[in-house]
T-cell receptor
């Protein structure tokens, strides 16, 4: 069974730009969660989607948004990028929410 | 806000030694997971514990969930260089949200 895939793996943007990251979950998984990982803050929850509905979101500004499609694939968007948005963005899919399978992440660098 | 405190933050040991990593919170979790993450990769799920007092073993790794479901520990026996990585605990709270600890960075030297 193929794992969670994330594209792109690496991304360099400048302040003020926007970015869209993509996540393809494991086949059969309907829950997709997004996390931001930084050395100082660790893994922080962004939002979780199930069957195209956002069920929960973390404490991030409205510049961070996401969506899920009918095939369970998910995207997250960050608008008006700031230097502090540089991080590893991780997507995780699950069948039962409490056992999450992570993708390799997208490393975003904002210059 | 639910918080998970992991200790120690860093651990460097010699091959063959034993170690324990702790994960503590003032909140009750319905389940708790342990993950290991290697550089450049996403975390990999090691185990899920659900019942207070539960003990699970995975080869040389022993996981315990506290009776009150607020804390957990991971014990590694006879550590090997392949055990090197960032160990993360994550608690499942209410409403489809996992709260992660900041992790324990383990280095096992040959």
């Amino acid at each position: 069974k193929a794992g969670v895939t994330q594209t792109p793996r690496y991304l360099i943007k400048t302040r003020g730009q926007q970015v869209t990251l993509s996540c393809s979950p494991i086949s059969g998984h309907r829950s997709v969660s997004w996390y931001q990982q930084t050395p100082g803050q660790g893994l922080q929850f962004l939002f979780e989607y199930f069957s195209e509905t956002q069920r929960n979101k973390g404490n991030f500004p409205g510049r961070f948004s996401g969506r899920q499609f009918s095939n369970s694939r998910s995207e997250m968007n960050v608008s008006t990028l700031e230097l502090g948005d540089s991080a590893l963005y991780l997507c995780a899919s699950s069948y039962s929410f409490n056992e999450q399978f992570f993708g390799p992440g997208t490393r975003l660098t904002v210059l | 806000t639910q918080l998970l405190e992991q200790s120690p933050q860093f651990l460097s040991i010699q091959e063959g030694e034993n170690l324990t990593v702790y994960c503590n919170s003032s909140s009750v979790f319905s389940s708790l997971q342990w993950y290991r993450q290697e550089p450049g990769e996403g975390p990999v799920l090691l185990v899920t514990v659900v019942t207070g007092g539960e003990v699970k073993k995975l080869k040389r790794l022993t996981f315990q969930f506290g009776d009150a479901r607020k804390d957990s520990s991971l014990h590694i026996t006879a550590a090997q260089p392949g055990d090197t990585g960032l160990y993360l605990c994550a608690g499942e709270g209410s409403n489809y949200k996992l709260t992660f600890g900041k992790g324990t960075l383990l280095t096992v030297n040959p």
